[in-house]
């Protein structure tokens, strides 16, 4: 089983940035294919970034070339770089960890919030 925890979640003003990092008690690297997800209050739950396990990236187009997603497989930890944030940005952010075969091991963070405010 894979445990996920979120954090670098903060308020931060329109143009700004933030670092969200993954932490996984388990390894990840070579089996799980990671996304960041975010859900934005009176909304579902929608895809931000993944990452497969072989750094292979892909973006909602809502973030495409704001958003920066990478994973260090030894840290077992995954990033999401957000730059020139936007006030509709402001989500709680959500990690993901699919397995690559066996698609029952599917796993969540606890989410950290980002506000996008002045």
């Known amino acids: 089983q894979v445990q996920l925890v979120e954090s670098g979640g903060d308020l931060v003003q329109p143009g700004g940035s933030l670092r969200l990092s993954c932490a996984a008690s388990g390894s990840i690297s070579g089996f799980y294919d990671m996304g960041w997800y975010r859900q934005a209050p009176g909304l579902q739950r929608e895809l931000v970034a993944t990452?497969?396990?072989?750094?292979?990236?892909n973006y909602a187009d809502s973030v495409k070339g704001r958003f920066t997603i990478s994973r260090d497989n030894a840290k077992n930890t995954v990033y999401l770089q957000m730059n020139n944030l936007k006030s509709e940005d402001t989500a709680v952010y959500y990690c993901n960890a699919q397995h690559r075969v066996f698609q029952r091991y599917n796993y969540w963070g606890q989410g950290t919030q980002v506000t996008v405010s002045s």
């Open positions: 990452i497969s396990s072989v750094g292979i990236a």
